[in-house]
């Protein structure tokens, strides 16, 4: 059966004004019965082990399973300082997802194109690739050895389009690195590259568009659905909210569609 939660980036501004913290997401989840709840990195007040048993610990309470923890890490990276760092950076999460008992770090691909200094350097798209490939591999190794499986998320850049998404993960070549696959960040052709990816993916994050160049479009989670269910998906459909409206009114809302339209009575 799906299971819908929700990342803590839905709730970033409340967060970024000091009006909520991870605590209290996790209290807003409870409240309006999801199923389980995505910790985001960038809210973590510390990567300390007496912090993260402490959010550990209410969940539990709580009733609520953690999908995934989510850092900002880039694979692949123009600038020559960030790649080198990079793998160390990701390590440290897998840790930290590790001691929060949570099956998949997610991590990103990579911007492109480069900025223009770096023109030069990564003059092909496919170079980027073959670089994130070898970190992906490096940080499988090691998730592998925490028991966290490391998810990338299709997120513009290297990974716009489903091809080069199941390219990195197929080089890659691990069944501790895999997909976590974003339902809004494929806004060329998005169900076509959905339905490529599903075979690949361990978490899904659920938007309520689709927003391009043109503008705005809603997705139809009933062809989404369809799509799952051919696939045999099982997971996590884990909300990340970016509409105008308040998170505290449209989450609510968009998770009873959700559950809706997930409904398998």
Request: glycine letters at 8%; a neutral charge.
């Amino acid at each position: 059966m799906i299971k819908i939660g929700c990342c803590a980036y839905s709730y970033r501004e409340p967060i970024n004004r000091g009006k909520m913290t991870l605590e209290s997401f996790i209290e807003e989840a409870h409240k309006i019965r999801l199923d389980g709840v995505e910790l985001t990195g960038y809210y973590f007040q510390s990567t300390e082990k007496p912090y993260l048993y402490g959010l550990k610990r209410l969940c539990l309470e709580k009733g609520l399973p953690i999908s995934m923890v989510s850092c900002g890490a880039h694979l692949w990276s123009a600038e020559r300082e960030k790649r080198e760092n990079v793998i160390e950076e990701i390590k440290r999460w897998i840790d930290v997802t590790h001691e929060l008992g949570a099956p998949c770090l997610r991590v990103f691909g990579g911007r492109w194109p480069p900025p223009p200094e770096y023109a030069t350097e990564w003059r092909s798209m496919e170079h980027a690739v073959d670089a994130a490939v070898e970190v992906g591999r490096a940080c499988a190794e090691y998730g592998a050895s925490r028991g966290v499986v490391v998810a990338l998320e299709n997120h513009g850049g290297i990974t716009r389009f489903a091809d080069d998404v199941i390219r990195i993960i197929e080089e890659v070549d691990s069944k501790w690195f895999r997909l976590n696959l974003d339902t809004g960040n494929y806004r060329d052709r998005p169900y076509e590259d959905i339905e490529k990816s599903i075979p690949y993916t361990v978490h899904i994050h659920a938007k309520v568009a689709v927003k391009s160049r043109t503008g705005s479009v809603k997705l139809d989670y009933e062809k989404i659905r369809r799509i799952l269910d051919d696939a045999g998906y099982n997971g996590w459909v884990s909300i990340e909210y970016e509409e105008k409206e308040k998170p505290s009114k449209g989450v609510p809302r968009f998770a009873e569609y959700l559950r809706t339209v997930f409904s398998y009575k």
